[in-house]
C-alpha cells in the first residue's frame, strides 16, 4: 500500500516545473501575442536627400521671381511690379525700402549730414521736418495715388523715406521722441502689411477665378513648383515589446 501510494502521489513544485517544461505559461504566451500586434511609429530620421530637395526648390528661379515679386504673376497684378523680362521686381519694395535704409546709414556715416539733420531752423531740428514732409507725401499719395501711377510711385517712395526719417529719430532724439516715433513706425508697417493683404485678397476675389489657388494661373505654377518640397518623413513601424510587457505585467 505504502508503494502505490508513493507511486501515485507527485511533489507539487515538481508537477508545476514539469508543466511549464511541456506546455507555454499562459501570461508569457499572452504577452508574445500582444507583442505582434502592438506597434509603435519609428522616430523619424534626418533624409538628407528631402534636405537637399528643400534646398533645390527654394533657390530653384521660380522660387527667386516669386521672392523678387512676391504678386501673382497676372494681369490684375501687372502694375504692382516693374516687368524686365522674366524678371518681375515688386514697385513697392522697390521704391521704399532702399530709402528706408539709407538716410539712417547716411546719418551714422556722414558727419556732415549727422549736423544737418540735427541742426535747428525754423524752430525745430531739420530732422522733424523731414518727417512731415515725407509723412504728407505717404499719407496723401496712399488716398490719391487710384489717380496716377507717378503718385502712387512718390507715395512709396515717401513712405521709405519717412520711414527712415523715424529711424534717425529713434537714433538722435531723447527717449520720449524715441518711443513715439518706434510705436508709430512699427504701428504704421503693421497697418500697411495687414491693408496690403487685404487689398491682394480682395482684388483675387473680384478676379473671375475667385481666388481659387489651385486652378489660378498666376499661382498655380508657383503653388505646384512649392509642392515639391516634402519634409514629412514616413514613419516604419517598429515594436514595442517594453512596454506591452509591463503593462501586462501589471495588470
Not at 521704391?95 to 546719418?107: E, Q, T, V
Not at 544737418?116 to 522733424?128: P, R
Amino acid at each position: 500500500m505504502f508503494g502505490v501510494y508513493s507511486m501515485t502521489t507527485n511533489n507539487p513544485e515538481e508537477s508545476t516545473n514539469n508543466k511549464i517544461g511541456t506546455e507555454p505559461n499562459l501570461k508569457t504566451k499572452e504577452i508574445t501575442n500582444q507583442t505582434e500586434l502592438h506597434i509603435k511609429p519609428k522616430t523619424p530620421q534626418k533624409d538628407k536627400g528631402k534636405f537637399w530637395r528643400f534646398l533645390k526648390v527654394l533657390f530653384h528661379w521660380r522660387t527667386l521671381r516669386l521672392l523678387l515679386s512676391h504678386h501673382p504673376f497676372c494681369e490684375p497684378f501687372e502694375n504692382h511690379t516693374y516687368n524686365l523680362g522674366k524678371i518681375r521686381l515688386c514697385r513697392g519694395c522697390l521704391l521704399s525700402y532702399p530709402p528706408a535704409y539709407a538716410l539712417p546709414l547716411i546719418y551714422l556715416f556722414w558727419g556732415a549730414a549727422n549736423d544737418f539733420f540735427t541742426l535747428t531752423a525754423l524752430w525745430f531740428q531739420n530732422i522733424w521736418w523731414f518727417v512731415i514732409g515725407f509723412g504728407i507725401l505717404a499719407i496723401g499719395g496712399r488716398f490719391i495715388g487710384k489717380y496716377s501711377i507717378v503718385i502712387k510711385d512718390l507715395s512709396k517712395f515717401g513712405r521709405g523715406a519717412w520711414s527712415g526719417t523715424f529711424i534717425i529719430v529713434i537714433l538722435s532724439q531723447h527717449w520720449g521722441f524715441k518711443i513715439g516715433a518706434f510705436v508709430l513706425l512699427f504701428g504704421g508697417l503693421t497697418f500697411l502689411s495687414l491693408n496690403r493683404g487685404k487689398d491682394m485678397e480682395r482684388t483675387c476675389q473680384e478676379c473671375e477665378w475667385q481666388a481659387n489657388y489651385d486652378i489660378c494661373p498666376g499661382w498655380k505654377d508657383v503653388a505646384e513648383h512649392l509642392a515639391q518640397v516634402n519634409l514629412k518623413s514616413e514613419a516604419k513601424p517598429e515594436i514595442d515589446s517594453t512596454n506591452i510587457a509591463q503593462e501586462t505585467t501589471k495588470e
